[in-house]
């Protein structure tokens, strides 16, 4: 099992940036970002491989980017123009599998998952 820790989350007026933090108590292979709005599932946003390849979903691309710290232990997630759209709050996962691209955003695929920081974006 993986501990995460997520940190970062907070309120923004529309336009605004936020940066999110995730420390995982050890290495694993693919890291992930999650977000879940009221009424509405789970969906994958932005994750990372093993080897560096980012995934994210179209509702984000150009606004958000996803990286890792060198020792890959730490996941952070770079939001701009930030739309209240974007308000959930935002999960991080991590497996210790090799998984494909084309899997990263599967909600399914993770079995680890930190306890979530709220994301509030205001018109």
């Known amino acids: 099992q993986v501990q995460l820790v997520e940190s970062g989350g907070g309120s923004v007026q529309a336009g605004g940036s936020l940066r999110l933090s995730c420390a995982a108590s050890r290495y694993t292979s693919s890291m992930g970002w999650f977000r879940q709005a009221p009424g509405k599932e789970r969906e994958g946003v932005a994750a990372?491989?093993?080897?560096?390849?980012?995934n994210y979903a179209d509702s984000v691309k150009g606004r958000f980017t996803c990286t890792q710290d060198n020792a890959k232990t730490t996941l952070y997630l770079q939001m701009n123009s930030l739309k209240p759209e974007d308000t959930a709050k935002y999960y991080c996962?991590?497996?210790?599998?090799?998984?494909?691209?084309?899997?990263?955003?599967?909600?399914?695929?993770?079995?680890?998952w930190g306890q979530g920081t709220q994301v509030t974006v205001s018109s």
């Open positions: 990372i491989s093993w080897n560096g390849f980012t």
């Open positions: 996962a991590a497996d210790p599998r090799y998984l494909s691209w084309g899997s990263l955003l599967q909600r399914d695929a993770y079995n680890n």
